[in-house]
């Protein structure tokens, strides 16, 4: 965002190596809604804010029907549990070395385990929540880490097996795709947010939100009409058509 006193003071600024970076900036958890691409439930907060934090303001927009997948870097016994009583499922990757014992193994190579609040619960064995495993790889494929793990509230295989579910997972990357539409295309490349005070910044954040919002619904709308799926239209090209309509 713009340099200025009130909103470093307001927002922060990374380090560097030397000094500080050049521009304050804020940090924002979302969901995504994979089909349409849109970005809502958003939480935005001064840059030092940690991600878990924004995550929890953002969870309780999740309900019953819905498939949260998230990245290897949430999954905590707090955020689980909260996502879980949601209501919605959860496909989540973890770390591959997090302690996941198998309870009990399934025909189609995942497992059942539990996860616990703290290391004294867990010798304890209680305030346990069970949930399910899928450990998998990615032959032939370069860059490929050796273990991919992901873990679930959907405890029947047979009602969404392993493969089909570490399939599914690689949908997540959807979300750096609207990312990068909102950072890149629909704000222009490397160009800050241009208001200078606090109130504004959030106003403008929250503005372009909005316009990813239409654009990406415009896009719903023209792919239902043509019988086409949303991934396979351009933003870019319907970026424009919006603004040349406004």
């Not at 900036?25 to 001064?46: P, Q, S, Y």
């Not at 879980?84 to 014992?101: C, K, M, P, Q, V």
């Amino acid at each position: 965002m713009a340099d200025t006193a009130e909103n470093e003071e307001a927002f922060g600024r990374p380090g560097a190596s030397r000094g500080a970076t050049a521009f304050p900036k804020i940090r924002f958890v979302a969901l995504l809604e994979n089909g349409t691409h849109v970005l809502w439930a958003a939480c935005m907060d001064r840059y030092s804010v940690d991600e878990w934090k924004l995550a929890e303001a953002v969870i309780p927009a999740l309900s019953k029907g819905m498939l949260c997948l998230a990245d290897r870097f949430f999954p905590s016994h707090k955020l689980w549990k909260a996502a879980a009583s949601t209501g919605a499922e959860l496909l989540w990757r973890t770390r591959s070395n997090a302690i996941l014992h198998p309870d009990k193994h399934l025909p189609d190579g995942s497992y059942l385990s539990r996860i616990y609040p703290s290391t004294a619960d867990r010798r304890r064995d209680q305030n346990a929540m069970v949930l399910r495993v899928i450990d998998y790889h990615l032959d032939n494929l370069p860059g490929a880490e050796p273990v991919y793990r992901l873990i679930t509230t959907i405890l029947d295989h047979t009602q969404a097996p392993a493969e089909e579910l570490a399939a599914l997972y690689h949908q997540r990357r959807e979300i750096e795709t609207a990312f990068d539409e909102l950072k890149t295309h629909l704000r222009g490349a490397q160009i800050v947010l241009r208001s200078k005070t606090p109130e504004l910044v959030k106003q403008e954040f929250y503005g372009l939100l909005m316009a990813h919002f239409a654009v990406r619904g415009l896009m719903h709308e023209a792919a239902l009409e043509a019988g086409e799926d949303p991934n396979r239209l351009s933003f870019c090209s319907a970026s424009v058509e919006s603004g040349g309509l406004g």
